[in-house]
């Protein structure tokens, strides 16, 4: 079973940066992804990354976010820059559960992070 922990939320200004962590302990499933989800909203993917580091990005993040992994620390990323107010959520790290299969849809992940707080200021 795959165990997830976040860090490096934080609050910032519009315009500024973030970088996200996640360790991974355990099994490394195929995909990898980071969520967010802001208050009275969805879960919604953010962007996601195959063990052939293949990534696909949710459009609204495309261009500022890039996703990345250190396979030898056992560490996804999520660097996150001209952040907007409309990026405030808490940021999950999600393990997937199918073989081989990837997806910004949450149901294609099974194992959670506890997250992570990232507010944007204007």
């Known amino acids: 079973q795959v165990q997830l922990v976040e860090s490096g939320g934080g609050s910032v200004q519009a315009g500024g940066s973030l970088r996200l962590s996640c360790v991974v302990s355990g099994y490394r499933p195929y995909c990898m992804g980071w969520f967010r989800q802001a208050p009275g909203k969805e879960r919604e993917g953010v962007a996601y990354?195959?063990?052939?580091?293949?990534?696909r990005y949710a459009n609204s993040v495309k261009g500022r976010f890039t996703i990345s992994q250190d396979n030898a620390k056992n560490t996804l990323y999520l660097q996150m820059n001209s952040l907007k107010p409309d990026d405030t959520a808490v940021y999950y790290c999600a393990a997937g559960s199918s073989g081989t299969a990837c997806s910004l849809d949450k149901a294609f992940f099974g194992g959670w992070g506890q997250g992570t707080q990232v507010t944007v200021s204007s």
């Open positions: 990354i195959t063990t052939y580091s293949t990534t």
